[in-house]
């Protein structure tokens, strides 16, 4: 059955290696009576026409999810512009225009994402649009431009450019900022930088439990 036109469906991404936490997947890990996929999916369910989850090997440790798993179309952990192709190719077959990816391992963000995704997108031929904060002194310049670090896991994606993106992941390109202003991508400026922290150490987790437990 086709998901609602008028809203973009949802993709999870999950298919790192988390190397910082010793493997595995941290979407999986304990937090406020659940897991951190759990307050994932809480967040992001109502935004979206459909959910699905992207994520690399046994689909099965995720069947109590309930959520289609899609794995990468291109082999080798390439990062996450792999995961939004991924779900280009489900959204695709759900005739839906546009996809918003969230990371899973990034449980407080926000509750309007998807609204303010799409007012940054108005008048784009292509709706493809990145959340950004303000920058701190402790950012890298790297992932960021006029003042914003970009979050490259959280975006808008138009479907139209699902053959471009997997052109572009064949010919070697990995870096998400590089294809989204290539086609002229945008930002949406969120004020709060904590609501896209994410768990990457031990020690994340253990901020995480305490802010949940708030």
Do not use: C
């Not at 949406?188 to 708030?214: H, I, M, Q, Y």
């Amino acid at each position: 059955m086709s998901a609602p036109h008028d809203k973009p469906l949802g993709v999870i991404l999950a298919g790192g290696q988390a190397t910082r936490m010793g493997g595995g997947d941290k979407g999986l890990l304990a937090l406020g009576g659940g897991t951190i996929l759990d307050h994932v999916i809480a967040r992001l369910a109502p935004q979206v026409g459909a959910l699905a989850l992207n994520a690399n090997g046994d689909a099965a440790r995720f069947a109590r999810f309930g959520l289609p798993v899609l794995p990468d179309p291109i082999a080798g952990f390439v990062g996450p512009l792999a995961g939004v192709l991924a779900g280009f190719d489900w959204a695709a077959g759900q005739g839906a225009g546009a996809i918003v990816t969230v990371a899973a391992d990034t449980p407080f963000f926000p509750r309007d994402l998807v609204a303010r995704l799409q007012e940054a997108a108005q008048g784009m031929a292509y709706p493809l649009v990145l959340a950004a904060t303000p920058r701190g002194d402790e950012e890298t310049k790297s992932m960021s431009r006029g003042g914003q670090v970009r979050h490259p896991t959280f975006g808008l994606w138009p479907v139209a450019l699902r053959d471009d993106l997997r052109a572009a992941l064949e010919g070697g390109l990995r870096k998400v900022v590089i294809w989204t202003e290539r086609h002229g991508g945008r930002e949406a400026l969120f004020d709060d930088g904590d609501a896209f922290f994410n768990v990457n150490t031990p020690e994340d987790l253990s901020k995480a439990r305490r802010r949940a437990g708030a």
